[in-house]
């Protein structure tokens, strides 16, 4: 069974507005449609979303191609304070970078650590993977979500500390990892690369 993780497109200049504000651009739609028609997607069962707009449309764009309805999890979400916290002055890269750090300085980084939200992915995803294993087992996972959230999981995945290295690329990339290998089959990818 394979399991694959899927940052939502969405083009750069809409990703610096809440997370759970947004909606999908006209580009994000058929770059998500073309996906879903792509065939990559065909042996995929099981779709978990994040709760934000724009991963729900998503997995309902790819859903509907494929007929599945998707699974919303709260615990999947990117953390609001992370995403909308930051001072402007950081930019998109230097949000990315702050989700990695240490958070020494808790003043300048509310909310959750890059750990605690490591913690709580990783149970989300094993909540999710039991889900499956109790309904038999029947084809591929899709997890659609944010790239620091995909960043973190992969981590998990991968058995590597989390780290600025792996910090994600911009939206519509994706991961697969081979659940019954346990091991990662390979690194992000461009969705149009499917």
């Known amino acids: 069974m394979l399991v694959r993780y899927l940052i939502h497109p969405q083009s750069l200049d809409n990703l610096s507005l809440s997370q759970s504000a947004c909606a999908l651009d006209d580009d994000a739609r058929a770059r998500a449609e073309a996906l879903a028609n792509s065939g990559l997607l065909d042996g995929t069962s099981y779709i ?35 995403v909308t916290g930051a001072l402007p002055q950081f930019g998109l890269v230097g949000r990315l970078k702050r989700l990695f750090s240490a958070y020494e300085d808790q003043g300048a980084a509310p909310g959750e650590d890059a750990m605690d939200a490591q913690d709580r992915i990783a149970a989300a995803y094993l909540s999710a993977m039991e889900r499956v294993l109790t309904s038999g087992m029947r084809g591929d996972v ?36 081979d659940w019954g290998a346990r091991k990662m089959l390979h690194g992000w990818q461009a969705m149009e690369e499917a």
């Open 142 to 177: 899709l997890m659609v979500g944010h790239g620091r959230v995909g960043a973190l999981l992969f981590c998990y995945l991968a058995g590597q500390g989390i780290g600025a290295e792996f910090t994600p690329p911009p939206a519509g990339y994706y991961f697969t990892y």
């Open 48 to 82: 978990f979303s994040s709760s934000h707009a724009m991963t729900r449309q998503t997995a309902s764009i790819i859903g509907d191609r494929l007929s599945i309805l998707p699974s919303i999890d709260a615990d999947m979400d990117e953390s609001d304070n992370l």
